[in-house]
């Protein structure tokens, strides 16, 4: 397994992240197995950063949902067994009824990444039902704020009202009064996608289905009504959408690429879309020289939908964006510390130095990890941070992990500082190997050449 390679942060004018987008209604299909193209695994020289993964109608019946909470959902499981030896971590997850959104990382990123916020906000049958609705995490990165919606909006031709209320409905019940977060609307960044159901009017099903096989797609978009509604809607307008290269995405016939063959013969439409919304910049404003200058930008690399994939009447969509950012947080509020491990018995000595305005928490607490862990609840040892202190000054703090119970590997290691005010990683280590003699227990008998070894002080 590749190392982690932890990219010093500070002193760095900007830096590019590169993220993938995955909006996907599965039709409460299982995974299918191999995902690689819908991840973009198969392009070697992506290199991509985070993970953004929205799925709609998943299996939400009563038993599989009593399954998903005592384990994790087999979509979930499938994304982390994928991505997780690529050394990426699910940072986050949320999920209502039949929604679901998750966030992929690489360690690197964990200690400037606070997870905000979760929240469901359900639209079905006036607004007490989650079949429809949004499904948001709001957090911060690198300094900014970012909120990320996975949405399933009403269908039907005739619903392009409801549909436009629901969507108006979900951007305002986002006010974060109870965390002192700004008003969604003035978050650097909204990455809003998922099933919007949006239809084409007018053109008869003949017309639509001639202009798909013919590649015509631009005869089509005048008649496409989230298009129409951005023409009318101001606040809308302020979404950007890349062009639609791509065929309409819904309805297919399961287990083929062929469109609706029902008696019903849904019109094809793009209803599987990816949108965002960049914070208004304002167009002068004095100079402050002590204050960091902003930089933020998002720029579009791809958006394609994934027409290899049947088992569902919908086609996945993805869209691959690189952010231009200039890192308001630099330094970690937590630095790690394994150099010059040493050990008492069966215990590691952890040594870690915080920054002046971090507030700890007595429920904080140090994560050792091996690399290729899932989430941040994967740990194989762990330590409360602020009960188990042997030796703290002003600025370096020293606890002992337990290791004990460790089977004796060659594989690396990583630790992680977890802040429980902030919800998040706050500081994480490089990685490193537990040298083979620390895993040697008191009773196991040393045989005659390691006990010479071991009085000399030699390794």
């Not at 947080?329 to 491990?341: F, N, Q, R, Y």
């Amino acid at each position: 397994m590749a190392a982690v390679n932890l990219r010093k942060i500070s002193g760095l004018k900007g830096r590019k992240l590169s993220l993938h987008v995955v909006t996907w209604n599965v039709a409460s299909a299982a995974p299918p197995l191999d995902l690689s193209d819908l991840l973009q695994l198969n392009k070697q020289d992506l290199n991509l950063d985070i993970y953004v993964i929205g799925l709609q109608e998943m299996n939400s019946g009563i038993i599989s949902r009593l399954s998903d909470t005592a384990f994790e959902d087999p979509w979930s499981s499938f994304f982390m067994d994928v991505l997780s030896p690529l050394n990426f971590i699910k940072i986050s997850y949320v999920r209502m009824q039949g929604l679901l959104l998750l966030v992929f990382a690489k360690y690197q990123h964990l200690p400037y990444i606070q997870i905000l916020s979760t929240k469901t906000t359900p639209t079905g049958f006036y607004g007490y039902w989650g079949n429809k609705g949004g499904v948001i995490i709001c957090l911060k990165l690198y300094g900014y704020y970012v909120s990320i919606i996975n949405c399933h909006l009403p269908p039907h031709v005739a619903n392009n009202d409801q549909r436009l209320e629901h969507f108006d409905r979900i951007l305002e019940m986002q006010n974060f009064e109870e965390h002192k977060l700004p008003n969604i609307l003035d978050h650097d960044l909204i990455l809003w996608f998922g099933d919007m159901n949006f239809r084409i009017e007018d053109f008869g099903l003949h017309f639509v289905r001639r202009s798909i096989k013919n590649q015509c797609y631009s005869d089509l978009w005048e008649k496409e009504q989230l298009t129409i509604a951005k023409k009318h809607d101001p606040l809308l307008r302020e979404f950007q959408e890349g062009p639609l290269l791509f065929p309409p995405t819904y309805k297919f016939d399961r287990n083929s690429n062929n469109y609706d063959t029902s008696e019903k013969k849904r019109k094809p439409a793009w209803t599987d879309r990816i949108l965002w919304r960049l914070k208004r910049q304002p167009q002068t404003r004095p100079f402050t020289p002590n204050l960091p200058v902003s930089h933020f930008s998002l720029s579009l690399k791809s958006y394609v939908s994934h027409m290899m994939y049947s088992i569902s009447d919908h086609k996945p969509v993805t869209g691959t964006f690189d952010l231009e950012l200039k890192p308001l947080m630099s330094v970690p509020l937590i630095t790690m510390m394994p150099d010059g491990l040493c050990t008492m018995e069966n215990d590691m000595l952890v040594s870690y130095s915080s920054t002046p305005n971090f507030l700890s928490s007595s429920w904080d607490w140090i994560g050792l990890y091996k690399v290729g862990m899932r989430h941040i609840n994967d740990y194989v040892s762990y330590v409360w941070a602020r009960d188990n202190q042997v030796s703290f000054s002003d600025n370096l703090n020293q606890v002992y992990i337990n290791i004990s119970n460790i089977p004796e590997t060659e594989d690396q290691f990583l630790l992680c500082y977890y802040s429980n005010n902030l919800h998040s990683v706050v500081g994480i280590s490089k990685p490193f190997k537990i040298p083979l003699r620390f895993f040697l227990k008191e009773e196991e008998p040393l045989g005659e050449a390691q006990q010479v070894l071991s009085q000399d002080g030699s390794e």
